[in-house]
């Protein structure tokens, strides 16, 4: 079975403080609260840890991938980030997972920025857009019906089905 994990970063500084909105970085209860939740995810019965994350550049983004990778114990060499996430829509976050993932990866995670994440997680388990909005923190578990080595493609085809969904809030 695939998986595919979504994942909003945490709690930021403003654009104001940091100069820019690419440029904002997670406050320190931000980091805790994501910490928190990465923490109580790696603590679930029968969960199936990501074999790969990808996640936006921006540094908010990337801080919030970062950590969940510590607690995760996922190494460098299986983390990747690029600036297409940081603007980009749903179609440009499936697309970028499908071209950055090898077909032998059966789980994996993309961090970013909302709407997107939000839009992503709704076409991806075939319910209408807005039906689900991912608050700074949260993260969803979208299992796809899909042999382990099943090409990443196929999730341009694929019905996911929401698999767990962490609140940040209530963690």
């Known amino acids: ?35 928190a939740v990465a923490e109580h995810f790696a603590a679930l019965p029968e969960v199936v ?3 790969r994350i990808v996640s936006s550049a921006a540094p908010r983004a990337a801080q919030t991938a970062r950590i969940w ?7 460098a060499e299986r983390y990747a980030e690029t600036a297409e996430l940081y603007r980009g829509g749903p179609a440009v976050y499936l697309d970028t997972i499908v071209r950055s993932l090898p077909d032998e990866v059966s789980c994996a995670m993309a961090v970013g920025h909302n709407p997107a994440v939000s839009e992503l997680l709704a076409s991806l388990t075939g319910v209408p857009a807005g039906e689900y909005l991912m608050r700074k923190g949260d993260a969803a578990c ?30």
Not at 147 to 157: Q, S
Not at 164 to 170: C, E, F, G, P
């Open 142 to 171: 979208v299992a796809f019906d899909l042999p382990d080595d099943a090409r990443w493609e196929e999730l341009y085809a694929a019905e996911g089905k929401m698999e767990r969904y962490l609140i940040a809030a209530s963690v």
């Open 69 to 75: 990778a510590s607690v995760l114990g996922v190494g």
């Open 49 to 51: 840890f990501p074999q």
């Open 1 to 35: 079975m695939k998986r595919l994990y979504i994942v909003r970063h945490g709690a930021a500084q403003s654009s104001f403080e940091a100069g820019s909105d690419f440029a904002r970085r997670l406050v320190p209860a931000g980091e805790e609260r994501v910490r």
